[in-house]
């Protein structure tokens, strides 16, 4: 579970997300949406704790981030799929991974295997298409049999074949009863993807709700058309004098 009470970053005089208060739940795929700028990968990294609220909280399973003994087995993350050292091939990148968080060496075969890189386990990741390093970011996020998994765009990047496969990954994983966030602007592919959608706009949230209600909610017949009413009323959201005001 994920909790995000009043969650507020701002660098320098502008706000980049800004009083979020949500709850990502257990059991089901939970899609992060907004549109670019929006501020959902300054959330991940809050989440993480690899940046500093500059109000409020965000806890995963009760505590923050970097507060678990061992965050690699309670939290799974893709943020940026490159981030691999490119001399580096998936194996090598896992094993000293799975070494510094006491994990066998057997996890990083099986999560070579579950991503389907076992031919490519012991080539340099910096050749690889960004598909692939998807695929090795996902691996990346499972080595420690998460409870919860966070991933950021984890579809930019892979074919039909590609997608296909994540979304049933996803749906497994919140089948086994894990936290799964996950942010994409693909909304056809969140439609059939996520139970639950976290919508923010220009930092703030605009909706927490069932993706049924959402689109029943709209008065539209699609996730996309929704979205683009919702997020378009978060732009009106923001008054002139307010944000003369606090920015
Ligand atoms: N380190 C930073 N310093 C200054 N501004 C930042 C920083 N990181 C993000 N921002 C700003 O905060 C806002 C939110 O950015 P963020 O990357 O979180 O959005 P996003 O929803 O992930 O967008 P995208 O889908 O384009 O990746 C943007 O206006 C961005 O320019």
Redesign the pocket.
């Known amino acids: 579970m994920i909790e995000a009470t009043n969650l507020t970053k701002r ?2 005089d ?1 706000y ?2 800004e009083d979020l208060t949500f709850t990502v739940r257990p059991g089901m795929v939970t899609g992060f949406l ?10 991940m ?1 809050l989440i993480l704790g690899l940046d500093r609220p500059t109000r409020g909280s965000v806890t995963v399973n009760g505590r923050a981030y970097a507060a678990h003994r061992t965050p690699l087995r309670e939290v799974g993350a893709l943020l940026e799929a490159r981030a691999v050292h490119p001399g580096r091939s998936p194996y090598h990148h896992l094993l000293a991974l799975a070494r510094s968080n006491g994990l066998p060496r057997s996890r990083v075969l099986d999560v070579i295997d579950a991503v389907g890189l076992t031919e490519l386990a012991r080539r340099r990741a910096g050749r690889f298409s960004l598909g692939m390093q998807q695929r090795l970011g996902i691996a990346t996020a499972l080595l420690g049999d998460p409870h919860t998994l966070i991933l ?2 984890p579809l930019n990047g892979l074919d039909t074949e590609g997608i296909r496969w994540v979304r049933g990954l996803l749906r497994d994983l919140a089948g086994q009863g894990r936290t799964v966030f996950v ?1 994409s ?1 693909l909304m056809t592919e969140m439609a059939l993807t996520a139970e639950h959608v976290v919508v ?1 706009g220009k ?1 703030r949230l605009v909706a927490d709700t069932g993706l049924a209600s959402l689109i029943a909610e709209s008065g539209h017949s699609s996730l996309e058309d929704a979205f683009v009413d919702l997020t378009g009323a978060a732009t009106e959201f923001r008054s002139p004098a307010r944000d003369g005001a606090d920015r």
Request: glycine share 22%; hydrophobic share 20%; aromatic share 4%.
């Open positions: 660098y320098g502008r980049a997300v907004g549109p670019n700028g929006a501020g959902k990968s300054t959330t990294r950021d765009e942010s602007h923010i930092g």
